[in-house]
């Protein structure tokens, strides 16, 4: 899988988006069937169950099972951040990826916890993008390429990919799609992020406002992304649809991870029927993003780190999702009598 050189590279990610496929209904079929022989009252593991079946549909493995889950960090920086939209400043991009490699951050802990791989991508982080307040933040073909790049996170065998991301102002410009993409205002889609004071949200809702009027009510999906965005949600865009076609379950772990989803989503409704939202993040705007997706998350900690953090905790549940479906015994094996008629 690879886009061409050519002169309109949109074209080419809208062609994958219009050819990824649907569900393995075999595998679930087989799921289901195993699922009603296991030595417990029928539904009685509720959603473990059906993420057991969400396995099966877009990995094709039945029983379903996890052997390489990995948490993918895309870490940029922002030219909005020099705007006082962040109650951090860009420096922090560096030193935070170089953490992320010194096992110090709360993503490797967490990682490290539950069996899950981590591979952290520099996009250029000392070279932040314009600001999106005055400028785009890509061209077409510099966005279609930092997808691609996202695309090859999927290289060497991973069977579960969680989504992760760093990069200081960040939930500015992920507001600033989520805006251009739905709607409303942009108070709707901003908050304190990383502990902005009350000054430092206005600034947020004003870098907000004046990205999504240069958009002049341009509603194509990717042109809002290269407009608005920022490298790391290109690059998780691209990654989510590479692991539909290549049949690798995706799980999104909070704010700014969502923008990036609801790109592909905003592209084709069903495209992220292959995504397992991990939690609600204490950023306001993502329960409101999750609700216009009808997407429903595992858990609310009132986490808002990123990192991945969120989603690497539900590939722990995952993962014991898989295990005991597929190593619970049944009724026969275990000589247990089924209920009388």
């Known amino acids: 899988m690879s886009l061409s050189d050519t002169a309109l590279p949109f074209e ?83 030193q935070m990826v170089e953490n992320f490699a010194a096992g110090g951050a709360a993503i490797n802990q967490i990682c490290r916890t539950y069996d899950v791989g981590l591979k952290v991508f520099d996009l250029a982080v000392d070279m932040p993008t314009p600001s999106i307040t005055r400028e785009d933040a890509m061209d077409e073909a510099n966005c279609a390429a930092t997808m691609a790049y996202g695309m090859e996170a999927l290289a060497g065998g991973i069977d579960l990919i969680c989504l992760g991301e760093m990069g200081i102002g960040n939930t500015t410009v992920a507001a600033a799609v989520l805006n251009g993409l739905f709607g409303g205002r942009p108070e709707d889609w901003i908050g304190r992020g990383t502990g902005v004071d009350d000054e430092g949200l ?71 029927d292959h995504c397992l939202f991990a939690h609600v993040s204490a950023e306001q705007a993502h329960a409101k993003a999750l609700d216009h997706m009808g997407k429903h998350a595992l858990f609310d900690f ?11 905790l539900a590939a722990g549940i995952a993962r014991a999702a898989a295990e005991m479906h ?12 089924v209920k009388a008629d």
């Open 12 to 94: 080419d990610i809208r062609n994958l988006v219009k050819s990824m496929p649907g569900p393995d209904d075999e595998a679930v079929g087989k799921v289901k069937a195993r699922d009603a022989q296991l030595t417990k009252p029928a539904g009685s593991l509720g959603r473990l169950e059906d993420i057991a079946e969400w396995l099966a549909a877009w990995s094709g493995n039945a029983p379903p099972k996890i052997s390489r889950p990995m948490v993918a960090i895309f870490a940029t920086a922002h030219g909005v951040a020099e705007e006082g939209v962040s109650a951090f400043p860009s420096s922090v991009n560096r």
């Open 202 to 272: 206005a600034r947020k809702r004003d870098a907000v406002q004046e990205a999504v009027a240069r958009l002049n009510g341009e509603k194509d999906p990717l042109e809002i992304l290269r407009r608005t965005g920022g490298r790391e949600i290109a690059a998780m865009a691209g990654l989510i649809i590479a692991a539909r076609l290549q049949r690798v379950p995706v799980i999104v772990d909070g704010f700014v991870t969502t923008a990036a989803a609801a790109v592909v989503y905003a592209m084709d409704p069903a495209g992220l």
């Open 302 to 312: 009132g986490m808002r780190l990123g990192e991945g953090t969120g989603a690497a």
């Open 326 to 337: 597929s190593g619970m015994a049944t009724f026969a094996d275990a000589g247990v009598s």
